[in-house]
């Protein structure tokens, strides 16, 4: 038996995201304000430093800030950009039209921010409470005593292509605690896994999104901070459901994406080119004309709403923020319902552990505390919009517009929902069984490198970096599937849904093969969630490798 080191904490947070960070701040200013023996809370983060995994648009509501920490300005929150001005459009390929009132996407008193840079700053107020913050650790498994949690493993570190331990191997940590709070994020690796293991899932699959992210330096004077778009329409045809957006940010900056759902039917599209033909658009061409491109990212986002919700209680254990699935796709927001919900869960684990109680009766209060406060009231009145767009963006609008008047009452029953990666159509029930039929691409572009990029050059504006000599963290359970029925039925959609060319076909002279390029990965877990066979496994990286996503 391997020889580990055992850490033992009170309350074990994985991922330091704006979920796990609100829970460990929580824990650590109650344990302080209730007096005697302070708890030990520890979190562990797979990136190099707090943040640089860590993207979103980003527009800030800032009710879970004030609820965390009510003197926020005071402490220097980067959260100054006040949202001056908010639009929405729909697009044609060629023009666009303003729709008359922004409804669920209105943002007055919201913010612009950089994410990563917010979560930095979360960090720091999380260590002056005397957290214990890891950066560079990924949890690789679960610790078990039954069915109740009881901490977490580290992955091992110093391990070659091959799994043979190098010269510098050094094994995982046992993380063990009286409460573990799972925070690893959208589609995180131990949530996926404790869901299935104890099976929590909810009444409905969770669906999910891809949000494609670039960020923009503009000519002085060209961009007044504070201005939202959101577009609906092109580049994405009725059958798909999305967006894009623009954020402007202090010093001429300013981002631009693009947010597909990934329950898509055509199995060639690529949510990339989307977004480069999105930037193709004379609204969004002109407005990003004379600048250049600083910094690229990609995330899945969970939009299944909330019958998608799994049990987010067990004996030992909490699930919070975007591993939950807590996130308003009517509003595109979901920051400040992840911080509310990491509050709740360290409130819960201060009571469960002051009375020596961490039972899932007992850690069930977290539930009542969800249920109870602002965060049903936000996602309960939306909970079948995402269903409804299932049916078509007309279907979806005017239902979303009538679940707006009517405060989410019209429809009580769960409309019907399915996994995304089964609505992908096959190649030939999509294009016909005609060869002349399949086109190349659904929205193949001209790249120049100056408005529009390849992946490859998009990869490298991400700071993307993993340690080439380590075992492939993307784990592909049958790669003879790949080359005989995947590409038969499906023409490898790998190709085209990853927005970082990290798969790819080739002919070794043996017919085709898949070559994974982990070394492109950007972490955002698209090939996990839609592969129509669902055989590739995402796992954490060794030593903190991954995207670095600095200012965005």
Not at 309 to 318: D, E, F, K, N, S
Not at 522 to 532: A, G, L, M, R, S
Request: proline share 5%; net charge neutral; hydrophobic share 40%.
């Amino acid at each position: 038996m391997m020889h580990r080191e055992v850490l033992e904490v009170d309350v074990l947070v994985v991922g330091a995201g704006p979920a796990g960070l609100s829970a460990a701040i929580r824990v650590a200013e109650s344990s302080r304000r209730a007096g005697g023996e302070p708890l030990a809370v520890a979190v562990i983060e797979k990136s190099r430093q707090s943040g640089s995994h860590i993207l979103s648009g980003a527009v800030l509501d800032i009710s879970g800030l004030d609820e965390l920490l009510p003197d926020w300005k005071a402490r220097g929150a980067p959260v100054d950009t006040l949202v001056s001005s908010d639009k929405i459009y729909y697009l044609t390929s060629r023009s666009k039209l303003r729709f008359p009132f922004n409804g669920p996407l209105n943002n007055h008193g919201n913010y612009v921010i950089s994410l990563s840079r917010f979560v930095r700053w979360l960090t720091g107020q999380a260590e002056a409470e005397g957290v214990d913050v890891f950066t560079g650790f990924g949890g690789s498994e679960i610790l078990y005593d039954g069915e109740r949690v009881v901490g977490v493993r580290t992955g091992d570190r110093g391990v070659d292509k091959q799994g043979v331990e190098k010269s510098n191997f050094e094994p995982g940590v046992d993380i063990r605690a009286a409460v573990t709070i799972f925070a690893d994020g959208v589609r995180g690796n131990l949530t996926k896994t404790l869901v299935k293991d104890l099976v929590l899932e909810g009444p409905q699959p969770q669906t999910y999104a891809l949000g494609i992210k670039e960020l923009w330096e503009l000519p002085p004077g060209k961009v007044i901070p504070g201005h939202v778009i959101h577009t609906l329409g092109y580049p994405l045809r009725n059958e798909e459901f999305g967006g894009g957006f623009v954020y402007t940010l202090p010093e001429g900056r300013i981002s631009v994406g693009l947010v597909v759902g990934l329950d898509y039917r055509d199995p060639r599209f690529d949510p990339h080119m989307a977004f480069q033909r999105f930037k193709q658009h004379p609204a969004i061409a002109s407005l990003l004309a004379g600048g250049r491109m600083l910094r690229y990212g990609a995330k899945a986002l969970p939009e299944g709403g909330w019958y998608a919700l799994p049990r987010c209680h067990v004996a030992g254990g909490l699930i919070v923020g975007d591993a939950a699935g807590f996130l308003n796709s009517m509003r595109l927001k979901g920051i400040h319902l992840a911080m509310k919900s990491g509050i709740c869960a360290g409130d819960t684990a201060v009571e469960a552990i002051r009375s020596s109680d961490v039972s899932a009766s007992k850690l069930a209060a977290f539930q009542k505390r969800i249920i109870a406060g602002s965060v049903r009231r936000e996602l309960y009145p939306v909970r079948n919009v995402h269903q409804a767009f299932g049916r078509g963006l007309l279907a979806g609008l005017a239902f979303s517009a009538w679940s707006m008047v009517t405060g989410g009452w019209c429809f009580k029953r769960m409309l019907p929902n399915e996994v995304g990666h089964a609505r992908m159509a096959s190649i030939s029930r999509y294009y016909g069984t005609e060869p002349q039929d399949i086109r190349v691409s659904s929205n193949a572009v001209t790249v120049d490198r100056t408005l529009t990029f390849d992946k490859l050059t998009n990869v490298h504006y991400s700071g993307t970096r993993h340690d080439e000599d380590q075992p492939v963290h993307l784990l592909v359970k049958d790669t003879d599937l790949c080359r005989s029925r995947c590409r038969e039925l499906y023409g490898n959609p790998c190709i085209h849904f990853c927005p970082a060319h990290v798969y790819e076909m080739v002919d070794d002279g043996h017919g085709p093969r898949l070559q994974i390029n982990a070394s492109n990965c950007v972490h955002c877990k698209t090939c996990d969630i839609v592969d129509p066979f669902q055989v590739i496994d995402w796992v954490p990286p060794e030593g903190g490798g991954g995207p670095e996503y600095e200012g965005m």
